[in-house]
């Protein structure tokens, strides 16, 4: 995929979450719950967030910007976001064996079908700190 349609995909993704969190709220207050809980689970066939550097963090989150732990098995976009030329996005598990280049700083998306079981990310050449894993159900 070219870095234009990337891009483009990445432009358009931003801009329907930005629509998404424009609805209205029944609270009286106009308040919105921001609990955080240690678990998430997000509806197959949706967007997720992989992010990379640019200092030493790697991170996968759901639409709303939390940790990714659990999942129900299907179909993922995941926009992954490389911010470091010395750092990558490598994600592993059933069926799934994706990654950024070491060298490169780059946007790319990938459609991803999770199985269950237990899926790991990592930066390769800092796996022992920059890793994380997530399970999926079903």
């Known amino acids: 995929m070219t870095r234009t349609r990337i891009g483009f995909v990445i432009g358009l993704a931003v ?8 609805g209205g709220d029944d609270d009286a207050g106009g308040t919105t719950d921001t609990e955080t809980t240690t678990e998430t689970t ?50 592993t598990g059933t069926g799934v064996d994706e990654s ?18 237990t899926y790991e990310f990592m930066c390769d050449p800092h796996a022992s700190t920059m890793n994380g894993s997530f399970e999926v159900t079903g």
């Open 42 to 91: 997000t509806a197959s066939g949706t967007t997720l967030n992989a992010s990379v550097g640019p200092g030493f963090e790697i991170s996968l989150t759901d639409a709303n910007g939390a940790d990714v732990s659990t999942l129900p098995a299907g179909s993922y976009t995941i926009d992954v976001n490389d911010q470091s030329d010395i750092h990558n996005f490598h994600l």
């Open 100 to 117: 950024t280049e070491v060298s490169e700083v780059e946007t790319e998306t990938w459609e991803v079908t999770f199985e269950a079981g």
């Open 15 to 22: 801009v329907a979450l930005a629509l998404a969190g424009c």
